[in-house]
């Protein structure tokens, strides 16, 4: 065997088991998420949240667009996450939702009277635990839709890179397997397997 | 023999799993970076003379959406039912009919008998993502009307059960190897403190 393919066989093998190391936890929280996510009546109480009104006075937002006008009114009020604003703003108001895993708020924000209606919603662990899943302050279906917050586009990249990681696992391997001398048809039968029940379904047969 | 056994299930459960681990992660780029750009409106076509179930009026929950797939073949479209609106002003019955590769949303007049159909394609990414997102949290009482739907829930479980096989087999596997001990313990360590750091620093 060349010495060039011994090279690929090794590095291969350890980063199959380096990166599942690595990714251990990533991959069981969107596991476990992912199981939560299709089971809802297996929890009770899941959506439950301690809600808390307030209504503080705060200066005139600082900044010409609405981004930094919201950022200002969120560092006011002590707020942070990921902010979406409704597709109109009644005039003379900043109105905007801003959200993370463990809670979120709803915040209406009177210019004229330099006045904040605020609802800020604490979700429960259970919760908080599941939307770590779908966070990533994006929705392909709303073009509009973008990350604003910085955590939130470092957790997407944490996001991507499991993904790739797993990619690269399996695809890894195949390699692995196909090099084994016995384990090669019985193992082909079982990916033909797996490769035709995940087909049937992505070109729309089922 | 456990180590045996173990590589051997690892292997063959891995195999077979790895065209929906692929699926699964593949799609979380479309999730996380794509846009749906909005095309041309789809076409309408209408079916009349349609035989149709009654009581639309008073049935809610998973008795009305049964009663809606009897209407599905009549307007050649098959899939999972999203949810049902039904119009008691003028009697109609609005629905969404998806499945992986295609969704239509169907309206139903019920006193004439007819139903308009606007049917739309799913590019192949928003397929890939569509089933990553099935069967979901969402109206629960009735998801999985459809028996596509109903396989792909069993298909999605089971792919999450091997995975937390896989991973603990994985584990399993790596410590037999005494060499690789060291440097696999400080990857472990490594992915648990970039884990749990950011997920303090999120919610923090």
Redesign the interface.
Known sequence: MPSSVKTIEFWNR?FH??L??????????F??T????????WFRDLYARHETQYDPDIESPAGETQLLQTLDVMRQLNLKGEIDWPPTQPVGHIDFNVS???GSAQVRVDLNAKHAYVKEFTNGTLH?F?I?HT??G?R??Q?ASSRDWA?TS???L???A???G??VM?VG??YM?WR?KK?KT??LM??V???S???V????V? | MLYRWLR?LH??F?????????????S???????????GDAPPVETYRDLSLPDGFDRLKGREAVDRATAILPQVRVSGEIGYLRYVAKDRHLIFPVS????EATIDVDIDARTATVKRRSMNFW????Y?HKM???HN?AIRGNW??TG???L???AT?YL??FI?LS??Y??WA?KA?RR??AA??A???F???G??Y???R
Not at chain 1, 22 to 29: C, H, K, M
Not at chain 2, 30 to 38: Q, W
Not at chain 2, 99 to 102: C, D
């Open positions: 350890k088991y380096y599942g190391l690595y990714f251990l936890f990533f991959l069981w929280l596991s476990l992912g199981l939560m996510l299709n089971h809802q009546s993370r895993p463990n908080a599941q770590f966070f990533s994006s392909f279906s073009p955590l470092v957790w997407v944490a996001m991507d499991l993904a790739a797993l990619i399996v391997s195949y397997w084994l384990r019985l193992g079982i990916l397997l797996g490769t029940a995940c087909a379904f992505v070109v729309g089922l | 051997d292997l063959y891995g195999l077979f799993v790895s065209p929906f681990v692929l699926l699964f992660a593949a979380v780029f479309y999730l996380n970076h794509g846009k749906l750009i909005a499945k992986a590769g295609a928003e397929s890939l993502s089933l069967p979901g949290p629960v028996i596509g396989i792909w829930r298909l999605a479980d999450i995975l937390l991973s994985g584990v596997l790596w190897l690789e440097i696999g990857l472990l490594a992915g648990a970039t884990f749990v950011l997920v620093a999120v919610i």
